[in-house]
């Protein structure tokens, strides 16, 4: 018995030596300022036949954005930005398993509330040739006049009723699938007036995390450590 703790202390100790020396795994992407050949696009219902007016452009390394939904209020309008994570359409998409949290800042004109929209690859659902079948997880976020930063941690993401409802899949599929992000997506809230002018200064936009890879090692060594020594309690 003695023999067998002296082995389970040696296993301990090493185990807690290697959490020490790894190394943090960290995940960290500007989606702005642009990096990486990234390209950001402005875009409104014009092209369906719409009346709203989307601009953008680039003051003191801030992304001014503008719009105006135009229209009657009986039918849909819209306007935004899209980051495009595949411009090829390869397939290549972001793999943010480690995201934890997005950061935002901005400020705003004549708006109170920006939605933001994160599509992912579902390979239950998604058909890359159909936009709408991405799964996509949204979080409602609030603009204020003055330049804030806000944290959004990503469990705070959701998936809408209504991707369901367009896409006809099955509510029970619920994994998020941060592994294959193909854009992300800002829009005006949901309660956006007509014929109002709104602008929106975005200063930026970043996406983090940290891997909790070596916290699990450690842990599943302790839980493999408490298996031998309740084994051998047992045995006994």
Same mark, same amino acid.
């Given at each position: ?6 082995? &389970?202390?040696?296993? @301990? ?5 290697? $959490? ?14 642009? !990096? /990486? ?5 402005? $875009?409104? /219902? ?5 009346? #709203? ?6 003051? *003191?390394?801030?992304? *001014? ?12 309008? +819209?306007?935004?930005?899209? +980051? ?12 943010? !398993? &480690? ?6 800042? &901005? ?9 933001? %929209?994160?599509? !992912? $690859?579902?390979? /239950?659902?998604? *058909?890359?040739? %159909?936009?709408? @079948? ?5 979080? =409602?976020?609030?603009? @204020?006049? =003055? ?10 993401? $959701?998936?809408? *009723? ?11 599929? @619920?994994?998020?699938?941060? =592994? ?10 949901? %309660?956006? #007036? ?16 940290? #891997? ?10 302790? &839980? ?5 020594? !309740?084994?051998?309690? %047992?045995?006994?």
């Amino acid at each position: 018995m003695k023999h067998r703790a002296i082995i &389970l202390g040696v296993i @301990t100790a090493l185990a807690i030596v290697v $959490y020490i020396l790894s190394p943090e795994r960290h995940f960290f992407r500007s989606l702005f300022p642009l !990096t /990486d050949g990234q390209i950001v696009s402005v $875009y409104d /219902d014009r092209s369906d036949g719409g009346l #709203s007016d989307a601009r953008m452009g680039m003051v *003191d390394s801030v992304l *001014d954005f503008e719009c105006e939904l135009k229209g009657d209020s009986s039918k849909d309008a +819209w306007c935004g930005l899209i +980051w495009n994570l595949d411009p090829e359409q390869k397939g290549n998409y972001a793999n943010w !398993t &480690l995201v934890d949290s997005v950061i935002v800042e &901005l400020s705003g004109k004549n708006i109170d509330e920006i939605v933001i %929209k994160i599509w !992912t $690859y579902d390979p /239950d659902v998604t *058909d890359s040739q %159909k936009k709408l @079948t991405f799964r996509q997880l949204i979080k =409602e976020v609030p603009v @204020t006049k =003055e330049m804030q930063r806000i944290a959004i941690p990503m469990e705070q993401f $959701y998936v809408p *009723d209504y991707w369901f409802e367009q896409t006809g899949a099955d509510k029970k599929l @619920t994994q998020r699938h941060q =592994e294959a992000v193909a854009r992300v997506e800002i829009i005006p809230g949901w %309660k956006m #007036s007509r014929n109002a002018q709104f602008s929106l200064k975005i200063r930026k936009i970043e996406v983090l995390g940290v #891997s909790n890879f070596a916290l699990g090692i450690l842990l599943g060594v302790f &839980l493999f450590i408490a298996i031998l020594a !309740t084994g051998g309690k %047992k045995k006994k």
